[in-house]
């Protein structure tokens, strides 16, 4: 079983811009039910575990930037716990509001004891930690 690339560049012959795979976690860090925060590089992310398979998200609800870290798995995907958006943890489209616009998921992998996630140059560049700037 090849290990997914943890640094550095993406699999040989993958093109500019591919995903590589960030080991973020242990497996043990994210139990069943569970939802915490992670970096792949500078990006922060969302990890949880649901019915037994992992999952990640960008950290920040799209109604008002709260972390969704901080919030809690229910039936439907992942819980805002600042005013109760859920968005779908396969697809990242809310699922009840008040969010309208989609949170972005990343793919997942786990192998050995380690959670990886795939992440793009761009979603590094885009995708750091923000808060909306206050309004002029």
């Known amino acids: 079983m090849s290990t997914p690339e943890a640094t550095g560049t993406p699999h040989?012959?993958?093109e500019p811009g591919a995903a590589r795979f960030v080991c973020v976690a242990r497996s043990g860090q994210v139990p069943d039910g569970?939802?915490?925060?992670?970096?792949?590089?500078?990006?922060?992310?969302?990890?949880?575990?649901?019915?037994?398979k992992a999952y990640a998200t960008s950290n920040y609800c799209t109604h008002?930037?709260?972390?969704?870290?901080?919030?809690?798995?229910?039936?439907?995907?992942?819980?805002?716990?600042?005013?109760g958006s859920v968005f779908d943890l396969e697809t990242g489209e809310p699922v009840c509001p008040p969010a309208t616009e989609p949170i972005k998921t990343f793919p997942v992998r786990e192998e050995d004891g380690q959670i990886y996630v795939g992440v793009t140059p761009?979603?590094?560049?885009?995708?750091?930690?923000?808060?909306r700037k206050p309004v002029r």
Do not use: M, N
Request: with cysteine; aromatic share 8%; charged share 25%.
């Open 34 to 52: 569970y939802v915490r925060r992670f970096y792949a590089d500078s990006l922060e992310l969302c990890v949880a575990r649901f019915q037994g």
């Open 64 to 83: 008002l930037d709260c972390l969704l870290s901080s919030g809690k798995l229910v039936d439907d995907g992942i819980g805002c716990s600042c005013h």
């Open 12 to 14: 040989a012959g993958a």
């Open 122 to 131: 761009e979603d590094i560049a885009t995708g750091g930690p923000r808060r």
